[in-house]
């Protein structure tokens, strides 16, 4: 059973929008999809409430007596994770981890938290003896913008592959308060988006 973390010690870089969308293109291919919520603020377990019943199904945590686990059977599992995420509870979730991505958005604050935090995952890599593969997806990202030339630049220095770029767009935010992801509405409507995740796709499903 495959685990993808989504990942970042930043608050507000779009860890939700990324876990719910990675958990609905699985879904989309026919996989039974779990999406966590690690996060006191829940935003999994509220954004899965408000999903229609019609669409592909993606599963909450299975919950007996107080102890939380993945539903039996389920194939893939996301998991979306609290800023401040650090210490113990990180080296936690590292060792449950197959794949981890990396938020990020094209400002110096997000940047330097980011650069700190794929280091914190290499050195925990170094100690456990396990290294789930990273990857990088650059949010909100907004063409021209010295801010995203910055952010690339500093892509290329860190080391770690880029999955791609999303542009700034209301699309996500107007699909996340009806339950929706990209793969749930007509292609011809987010055609830009879906371009745009189709190596990020082709990194979840290598």
């Known amino acids: 059973m495959p685990v993808i973390v989504v990942a970042n010690p930043k608050g507000g870089v779009g860890k939700s929008t990324l876990a719910s969308n990675i958990a609905g293109f699985l879904a989309r291919g026919g996989e039974r999809v779990m999406l966590g919520d690690v996060d006191r603020q ?12 019609t669409l592909p199904r993606i599963e909450g945590w299975e919950v007996d007596r107080d102890v939380v686990r ?22 936690v979730i ?20 980011t650069f700190d935090f794929v280091q914190e995952l290499r050195a925990l ?9 990273l990857g990088i997806v ?11 030339a910055q952010l ?8 770690v592959p880029v999955l791609g ?27 830009r988006d879906l371009a745009q995740w189709e190596p990020i796709a082709r990194w979840l499903r290598a």
């Open 42 to 53: 829940q935003s999994a377990r509220r954004w899965l409430a408000q999903r229609p019943a």
């Open 70 to 91: 993945p539903p039996k059977g389920v194939a893939q599992v996301v998991l979306d994770t609290p800023a401040g995420l650090h210490g113990k509870k990180l080296g």
């Open 94 to 113: 590292h060792q449950l981890a197959d794949r981890i991505v990396v938020p990020l958005q094209p400002s110096l604050f997000d940047i330097q938290a």
């Open 125 to 133: 890599g170094r100690d456990g003896g396990r290294a789930p593969q």
């Open 138 to 148: 650059g949010m909100r990202a907004r063409e021209g913008l010295l801010s995203v």
């Open 152 to 159: 690339e630049q500093f892509l290329d220095e860190l080391g």
């Open 165 to 191: 770029l999303l542009r700034d767009t209301q699309n996500y935010v107007q699909l996340a308060a009806r339950g929706l992801t990209l793969w749930d509405v007509a292609p011809g409507r987010v055609e």
